[in-house]
């Protein structure tokens, strides 16, 4: 699924490209991914793209919202005139439309713009498994949706402004409090979007290794230095992850339709078998809570 930095970059494509634009008209090929009425849309400009921990949401000029998850396989993908020609992934998108695309945004040019011949922009969203969701919802209540409303404190990336959830920034102070009470295992807690927003599985696997901690440990073991050593690890593979433009680990890709490079530079993430960073020895994989564990037992104590 993807994590914080994959849905940054998803978000800034938006405000680059979508921003501006007014919704002239959204096709609903699989209504459970649009479960809303789509004529609370139509005609109403998009003024803004937030994220929250790993959602996303895209405020209107009537009022309204479209609230995001993407889910494991969802994908925005833009098209215009100047970024038709520029190729999309073949593994990950193949061409769009396709059989997985599930919503269509038809797009009225930014004001001020020429319009084109092609009838303006078009956002795809293609989801392959379909666990994704588009939801209406009036901008004042986005906040009150229990998803939204039960997202913890997310680490920020340099180019991430604080998201606006109630609990906001993760301080090194809230992290503190939030581990040393917990008697769950290490990496679990990490991945409790309740507890910590936007951290998931390829991020906490790495984070883990940077630290020098075991993911099997219990959160309230870790020292004071522990503690300090895993929030900056944290906020530095958040960064990297970003750098890289995500990790396309499914069949995440930026609204252009191109591929993150992160699972490309990640510590040991998907790296089985494969020589430590350190050094020292293999990496090795377990399962922990039925998710691929990746760490080496010689750095991680």
């Not at 303006?120 to 229990?146: C, H, S």
């Not at 990496?283 to 104590?301: D, E, N, P, V």
Request: positive net charge; charged residues 25%.
């Amino acid at each position: 699924m993807p994590e914080l930095p994959e849905v940054e970059t998803i978000r800034l494509g938006l405000q680059k490209y979508v921003v501006g634009h007014k919704i002239e008209n959204v096709e609903v090929r699989l209504p459970k991914i649009f479960p809303g009425d789509p004529k609370q849309v139509i005609g109403a400009k998009i003024i803004a793209a937030r994220r929250f921990g790993k959602g996303l949401v895209i405020d209107l000029s009537n009022g309204y919202s479209l609230a995001i998850h993407v889910k494991l396989t969802g994908q925005l993908v833009y098209r215009d005139p100047k970024t038709s020609k520029l190729p999309v992934s073949k593994a990950k998108v193949g061409t769009v439309p396709n059989k997985f695309t599930h919503v269509i945004f038809k797009l009225k040019a930014k004001s001020g713009k020429r319009k084109n011949k092609n009838g303006d922009a078009v956002l795809y969203y293609n989801d392959q498994r379909r666990f994704g969701w588009i939801k209406v919802i009036p901008t004042n209540k986005v906040l009150e949706m229990p998803y939204f409303k039960g997202i913890g404190p997310e680490p920020q990336i340099n180019v991430s402004k604080a998201s606006g959830v109630s609990k906001g920034k993760l301080t090194f102070e809230k992290f503190r409090a939030i581990v040393s009470i917990s008697h769950v295992v290490i990496k679990f807690l990490l991945m409790d979007q309740k507890k910590i927003g936007g951290i998931g599985n390829i991020y906490a696997n790495d984070a883990l290794f940077l630290a020098g901690i075991d993911p099997r440990r219990k959160a309230h073991t870790l020292t004071e230095e522990e503690i300090k050593k895993l929030y900056k690890a944290i906020h530095t593979v958040m960064e990297r992850g970003f750098k890289y433009g995500g990790a396309s680990e499914l069949q995440f890709v930026n609204v252009l339709g191109q591929e993150g490079e992160y699972q490309n530079h990640s510590l040991v993430y998907g790296k089985k078998g494969k020589d430590c960073p350190n050094g020292n020895g293999k990496i090795k994989k377990i399962f922990l809570g039925g998710r691929g564990t990746f760490f080496c037992s010689a750095c991680q104590r």
